[in-house]
């Protein structure tokens, strides 16, 4: 399944917008395809993308969610630098061009493939809540869960940044190149200025409301109460000067120093809602390399974030559910195929919800939930045939008499992804986020910060028994993210990833069941429709061929919901005729290559 092209060709050419489903949510991240080309290579990739065309290459590929990124990327790249090198100029730029989405002052995870070594890693950027952070921090004086906007707007939901010390770390370790030099890009467009996209036009003219509340926000994105106009030069001084302060003094031109003090002020400052982020919050956050999670399917080693995301292992439980069926001969278009993959999902979100959270704190059980067997009793809930009434949480191996209470979140699509393959076989996959659209709409030294604690429940306890991802200091937040390695015989073979929010996870399950499944190449799998199933109603992309997937359905017995797809998925492929690059006709993104 596949959007048209007239439908793609639509989106490039006025943007979505898309309408407002409750009178609190945000213009979704879907708003605005379009994006004025910045050069002839940018031009040809976007015509490939608009024609569902992947972009073909020999020696290097990237893609990610804003042509200016992708070029910044791409240079790195040609000069012979490594995919965590062009990882540093891509996230600088996107946090500037893309600044609903991820930055400085948000978290971001990182799987890694190792061309030398062969060795496969991950690093944790994700945010953690401030040492005086309480499990009642997003309650009322009742006990009573606040309301999601009125937790994040403010310094409450403001975590502990950890995107620059990702972007540090993995250059450290991986990069060849000058630290410096790599945010030049970034620098140069922030002083000189850049012309803001439909997207991001259209995403500030829908969230004016709540960017108002903060004087700094309202200044930079509403310029004398107006929203910023699609087609307007852009300039942030500000965001250049905390670049080169990361520029010259490393992390600690960040966490220390005048930029860090920036954001405390900003946040604990912010008198409509402030937080509890200080110095010492900033001065001791580190980075926190995890083994991947890694799982077979289809003869492949799919391998991704384990916990604190839950990205990893609820792609690893979709697929490994599905093992068994053969979805292959069934086909892309079968309501069947999708009565699996929904049910499956369903399943590992009921997991997800009741035992994945920062392992630091509370026991996962990681391997009992991917284990093989405890993933065939699952599956044997729904091979009758039958629509589940219930898809309740399993009893994987572990202490039970750990009790453990279901726990929901309330994780709204934004974030951005980052796919990389280098000409030394170094494969990056990279997602990053400030949470929801804007994050806690704060600014502070040229950047927005994150509204990331708002991925922790808000509820600490459920009849006496304590939810796994409660609020507690120092913890980092649970997180749908799912950047994603496929390798076959140790090497890789896809790499790939997607923002939006907890819907990440069967984006991501998708992609790999298309491609693997189905013989789709990366472009047919980002275009394809979505059709997702989490908590019980099936979620279909509207003016897609997802759409025809309704009426079957419904017959089946489920609820539908036609609506608006918010993924925004970037994938590489790697076979012996070179690489293949595809990006999300949804987004603004392309992808490049040598």
Same mark, same amino acid.
């Given at each position: 399944m596949r959007l048209t092209n007239a439908v793609i060709a639509i989106w490039f050419a006025a943007?979505?917008?898309?309408?407002?489903?409750?009178? $609190?949510?945000?213009?979704?991240?879907?708003?605005?395809?379009?994006? @004025?080309?910045?050069?002839?290579?940018?031009q040809a990739a976007q015509t490939a993308k608009a024609e569902g065309r992947a972009v073909a290459a020999q020696d290097w590929m990237v893609v990610a969610a804003h042509p200016l990124a992708v070029e910044a990327g791409a240079d790195v790249l040609a000069a012979g630098g490594t995919a965590a090198d062009a990882m540093v100029s891509v996230q600088a730029v996107l946090g500037l061009v893309e600044p609903q989405s991820s930055g400085l002052g948000g978290g971001a995870f990182l799987v890694w493939h190792d061309g030398t070594t062969g060795q496969i890693t991950t690093l944790d950027g994700r945010e953690t809540a401030p040492l005086e952070a309480t499990p009642r921090l997003f309650q009322d004086d009742a006990g009573e869960p606040l309301g999601f906007f009125e937790a994040v707007v403010g310094g409450r939901s403001v975590g502990a940044p950890g995107t620059p010390a990702l972007m540090a770390e993995a250059q450290a370790r991986w990069g060849n190149s000058d630290w410096a030099a790599l945010l030049d890009p970034a620098i140069r467009l922030a002083e000189d200025g850049f012309t803001v996209s439909p997207r991001l036009a259209t995403l500030v003219a829908g969230d004016a409301a709540r960017l108002a509340v903060d004087p700094a926000t309202a200044a930079y994105f509403l310029p004398d109460g107006v929203p910023l106009a699609e087609g307007a030069v852009l300039r942030n001084p500000d965001y250049a000067t905390s670049l080169r302060a990361l520029a010259e003094q490393g992390i600690n031109g960040f966490y220390t120093g005048p930029v860090a003090e920036a954001i405390v002020a900003a946040v604990q400052g912010a008198d409509h809602n402030p937080g509890l982020l200080g110095p010492m919050d900033l001065a001791i956050y580190r980075i926190k390399e995890?083994?991947? =999670?890694?799982?077979p399917y289809r003869g492949h080693e799919v391998c991704g974030m384990g916990p604190p995301s839950s990205g990893g292992v609820a792609v690893g439980q979709?697929?490994?559910?599905?093992?068994?069926?053969?979805l292959a001969a069934l086909g892309s278009e079968n309501p069947e195929s999708w009565r699996l993959i929904g049910e499956a999902s369903r399943l590992a979100f009921a997991d997800r919800g009741r035992y994945l959270a920062d392992n630091d704190f509370v026991p996962v059980p990681v391997e009992g939930l991917l284990d093989p067997a405890y993933l065939a009793t699952r599956a044997a809930l729904f091979e009758d045939g039958d629509v589940l009434d219930e898809a309740p949480?399993?009893?994987?191996?572990? $202490?039970?008499?750990?009790?453990?209470?279901?726990?929901?979140?309330?994780?709204?699509?934004?974030?951005?992804?980052i796919s990389i393959v280098d000409s030394y076989g170094n494969a990056?996959?990279?997602?990053?986020?400030?949470?929801?659209?804007?994050?806690?709409?704060?600014?502070?030294?040229?950047?927005?910060?994150?509204?990331?604690?708002?991925?922790?429940?808000?509820?600490?306890?459920?009849?006496? @028994?304590? =939810?796994?991802?409660? @609020?507690?200091p120092g913890k980092r937040p649970r997180s749908s993210m799912a950047p994603t390695i496929v390798r076959r $015989?140790?090497?890789? @073979?896809?790499?790939?990833g997607s923002p939006g929010g907890s819907s990440i996870i069967g984006y991501v399950a998708q992609a790999v069941i298309a491609h693997l499944d189905w013989g789709m190449d990366v472009q047919q799998?980002?275009?394809?429709?979505?059709?997702?199933?989490?908590?019980?109603?099936?979620?279909l992309e509207e003016n897609s061929s997802a759409a025809a997937l309704a009426e079957p359905l419904a017959a089946m017995g489920y609820e539908v919901r036609l609506g608006a797809q918010t993924s925004g998925l970037h994938a590489i492929s790697v076979g012996s005729t070179g690489l293949l690059g595809g990006a999300d006709p949804r987004r603004e993104g392309v992808a490049l290559g040598q």
């Open positions: 943007g979505t917008v898309v309408a407002q489903q409750a009178a $609190d949510a945000v213009a979704p991240e879907t708003a605005g395809a379009g994006v @004025v080309a910045t050069s002839a290579r940018v995890r083994p991947a =999670v890694c799982v979709i697929l490994g559910t599905l093992e068994s069926t053969d949480a399993g009893e994987p191996e572990f $202490d039970h008499t750990l009790r453990r209470a279901d726990g929901d979140t309330l994780e709204r699509p934004a974030t951005t992804h990056l996959s990279m997602t990053s986020t400030i949470e929801n659209a804007f994050g806690a709409r704060l600014m502070a030294a040229g950047f927005l910060l994150n509204n990331e604690l708002t991925d922790f429940s808000f509820r600490s306890h459920e009849a006496g @028994v304590p =939810v796994a991802n409660r @609020v507690e $015989d140790g090497a890789p @073979v896809l790499v790939l799998a980002a275009d394809m429709g979505r059709a997702l199933n989490r908590f019980g109603i099936f979620d």
